[in-house]
């Protein structure tokens, strides 16, 4: 549904009139945010119903995407893209005295995540609408996001996250689609009717209640559904909750989403959390199934129905299926496995063994008593069907339960048709060196699918000029069809482009300058080079890498050693229980003090650690980017896509050949990239022969041993305890991430990007050839292949 200007402000009257009782004028940002998300609602409401509609009528397949993060930021201008509103209404508040950037900062962010999961997860949500695909999300509604992060003294305290305190302005509460999720107890299974039934003695029932938000589709007239859900009281068992703070402890459950798994509590509240929104979801789907597609075979299911588990969080997905299936629909165990089967799909995410998720069997029984008898049950035909036919090695180590554990990626591979890992390196590892012994069992269900991003919202609004300058050289086609994109290539010796380039970044950078001044007081130069590393803290991700290399430039500069006056960005938080990463924050912060007060180095070196990382402030530093630091342990990062994030918006990447660093190399030329360090079989080298040496390194190394002595010479006093942290981590023989192994060639690479800077044309050239080339990494395509390839989706009409 088109709107006109005029339709449009008197739509926006009405609402600041109806809602508050203010004309625009008097109208508080707050106010006309709330007032301008209602005129939208009211734009996609009747695409949201005839989307379900249509959905019912053609009875096409959907797939249900089950996650328990998912992070989409902010709504209010990616609805407006996608409903074809936002020049209309950019322009319309112009008229009104008034700027949509202003309004939209009132929305807070739907930090329901960590990072790349939750965020990819998003991104699917938003392509398959785009798309024209049927896809549904699964999730939780936390009353509480991820943490919001400030820095106190230079270390991360963490802050509840009170995102729902001013209302969600999109979801909509459908309490006549709640369903129950029963929890603890004991089960038997007793003969009745001639099936064998489980009966319930204890336990209690938790309703779990939807709140759906609306996934606008680019263009398409599609709305699509993302169903979170929210934990209350049954009302037939209130009067067993007699006080607020029984009532309390029920709805909990969804309070926050990284329940504290240092404990007891902790871990069982997590437990829980992933069968509440797992059995929800797949009750509501099997509902959907029989009232609304009126279908009453449950063989057909595959036919409608794909259940992608995204990570280990929701595997639960093939026990509790099994359950309904059997249990509910009394379908034969065999049938209802090859049913289970089919519907599934698992995408991996990581290789690191830590993330491997495995629950006590213990826990498992007191909590979910009939979910552990299936996965037993899962787990014993599987032996009997392996046994004689493979070594026991093989059984013993694939099996999902084992020494006491039940071992989730298992339960996700057994029980899936299709498992993917993200990036090809990645899928490569799974199969040879992590996964390698499913991997022989199934080999036809592993498969590569390489991550990637809405392009809509981090170009088109994250960075409208450069969306403008697309349009000017290549056509507005590559909107909707991006690999239009790849035409800026002939704008490759265009002085005018090339300069245009460079005038955008630079008026990005402005932006951000202020932003930075604004939040940290810290002044910034914006011709001087911004180099970004934003992600999550982790060793892996090798932040201290990115640490030495700015004591080092911080060691040439006092030196009187000149370089190119360079902003170094981070933005990161750290898990609250990851005591590690706190110590790199609080190192890199008194880094900070010490080098942006120091008034002998003329400002040519800056170092800003932006507080509370999420997708909102990714949207601010993402366009201002010159160089891109894509530097994790080579074979550690499973795929990364801020990488092509900021590859979309010209940024540089400097990286290791890892996750799908590889693919944007191979996408831009080894001329458009600076690639270093150790490729995967030199770090599996260190690994299998236990021959690193970082001690020798060091001390052979002037350079490196003065850098990494800073950390605990004084040189930064404030963080003596912390940098000892590091500099005793950086030598240790065992030290998995293999810092000072790959120091002298990142510093190599460093050189590099210097030199090239001085140059801004070719610079700029090298820009455009990532901007170009970042459509390969379109969301839209990489969910065409997930629905073409693992879950047999056809378009609505
Ligand atoms: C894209 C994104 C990530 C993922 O970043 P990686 O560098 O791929 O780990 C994490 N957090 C936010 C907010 C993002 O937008």
């Not at 509590?265 to 059995?279: C, N």
């Not at 000149?562 to 005591?579: E, L, M, N, Q």
């Not at 790199?584 to 880094?591: A, F």
């Amino acid at each position: 549904m088109q709107i006109t200007k005029e339709e449009f402000k008197k739509e926006l009257e009405q609402k600041l009139d109806s809602q508050f009782a203010v004309d625009v004028e008097h109208a508080s940002l707050g106010e006309l945010y709330s007032a301008l998300s209602n005129v939208l609602r009211d734009g996609y409401a009747p695409n949201w119903r005839e989307t379900r509609i249509k959905e019912a009528h053609e009875g096409k397949k959907q797939v249900y995407y089950f996650s328990i993060e998912f992070l989409p930021g902010t709504l209010l201008r990616s609805n407006l893209l996608n409903l074809g509103w936002m020049d209309t209404v950019k322009s319309a508040l112009k008229d009104l005295g008034l700027n949509l950037d202003d309004i939209a900062a009132k929305e807070p962010d739907m930090a329901l995540g960590n990072g790349g999961l939750g965020r990819l997860a998003a991104a699917f949500m938003d392509s398959l609408a785009s798309t024209g695909y049927v896809g549904n999300g699964n999730g939780i509604r936390y009353k509480y996001g991820l943490f919001k992060q400030k820095f106190v003294n230079g270390y991360q305290v963490e802050l509840p996250n009170d995102w729902l305190q001013k209302h969600n302005h999109w979801e909509v509460m459908r309490d006549n689609k709640s369903v129950l999720v029963h929890f603890g107890g004991q089960v038997n299974l007793v003969q009745k009717d001639n099936w064998m039934t489980p009966e319930y003695n204890g336990g209690y029932s938790i309703k779990a209640v939807p709140y759906d938000i609306p996934v606008v589709g680019y263009h398409t007239g599609i709305v699509n559904t993302m169903r979170l859900w929210d934990a209350e009281i049954p009302e037939s068992e209130e009067i067993n909750y007699p006080t607020i703070d029984d009532r309390r402890k029920v709805e909990d459950l969804t309070s926050i989403l990284y329940p504290d798994d240092s404990s007891y509590s902790g871990r069982l509240l997590r437990l829980k959390q992933e069968y509440f929104f797992v059995s929800a979801g797949l009750q509501s789907i099997l509902r959907y199934y029989t009232k609304d597609l009126k279908q009453n075979d449950m063989h057909n299911l595959p036919k409608y129905v794909a259940v992608h588990i995204n990570d280990t969080h929701p595997a639960m997905a093939v026990a509790e299926l099994m359950r309904l299936l059997v249990d509910e629909y009394h379908i034969d165990w065999d049938e209802a496995w090859k049913i289970t089967v089919q519907v599934m799909s698992y995408t991996n995410h990581t290789i690191m063994a830590e993330a491997m998720e495995k629950w006590d069997i213990n826990m498992m029984t007191q909590l979910l008593p009939r979910i552990m008898q299936i996965i037993t049950e899962i787990d014993r035909r599987y032996v009997i069907s392996l046994t004689g036919k493979v070594a026991e090695s093989v059984i013993n180590d694939t099996r999902i339960v084992n020494n006491g554990n039940v071992q989730m990626a298992h339960l996700a591979i057994i029980g899936s048709h299709s498992v993917n890992g993200v990036a090809p390196l990645h899928t490569h590892l799974l199969e040879t060196e992590v996964l390698k012994e499913f991997y022989e069992l199934y080999p036809e269900r592993f498969n590569n699918k390489t991550n990637g991003i809405t392009l809509r919202r981090w170009l088109q609004i994250a960075n409208p000029k450069l969306s403008k300058l697309l349009d000017q050289t290549v056509g507005r086609d590559w909107r909707t069809d991006s690999a239009k994109m790849l035409l800026l290539q002939d704008s490759y010796k265009n002085a005018k482009v090339l300069k245009q380039i460079n005038e955008i970044k630079l008026e990005n950078k402005e932006k951000l300058a202020k932003f930075i001044k604004k939040t940290t007081g810290i002044t910034v130069d914006p011709t001087a080079i911004f180099d970004v590393q934003i992600k999550r803290l982790h060793a892996y991700k090798r932040q201290t890498l990115k640490l030495l290399h700015i004591i080092k430039l911080y060691h040439d500069l006092k030196n009187g050693i000149d370089h190119p006056k360079r902003v170094v960005i981070f933005g990161a938080k750290a898990a609250p229980s990851y005591t590690y990463a706190k110590d790199v924050i609080k190192v890199i912060n008194e880094v900070a003090n010490v080098i942006n007060n120091d008034a002998s180095i003329h400002g040519k070196l800056k170092v800003i650690f932006l507080e509370n990382y999420d997708v909102t402030l990714a949207e601010k530093i993402i366009p201002a980017a010159d160089v891109s630091e894509q530097i994790s342990t080579t074979t550690k990062e499973a795929s990364g896509t801020s990488n092509m994030k900021l590859m979309a918006n010209g940024a540089l990447t400097v990286a290791t050949m890892d996750g799908a660093n590889v693919d944007i190399a191979k996408a831009v030329g080894q001329d458009n990239i600076f690639i270093f360090g150790l490729n995967k079989d030199q770090v599996y080298d260190y690994y299998n022969k236990h021959d690193y040496k970082p001690r020798d390194m060091y001390n052979s190394d002037q350079v490196m041993k003065e850098t990494v002595d800073a950390l605990i010479d004084g040189s930064f006093s404030k963080a003596a305890n912390e940098g000892r942290v590091l500099y005793d981590s950086f030598l240790q023989e065992n030290e998995e991430f293999l810092v000072l192994a790959d120091f002298e060639s990142y510093l190599q690479a460093q050189k590099k990007i210097e030199e090239n800077w001085h140059d801004q044309r070719s610079w700029a050239q090298k820009a455009l050839v990532n901007i170009a080339h970042s459509e390969e990494f379109n969301a839209d395509n990489t969910v065409a292949r997930y629905a073409k390839d693992i879950w047999g989706l056809k378009k609505l009409n």
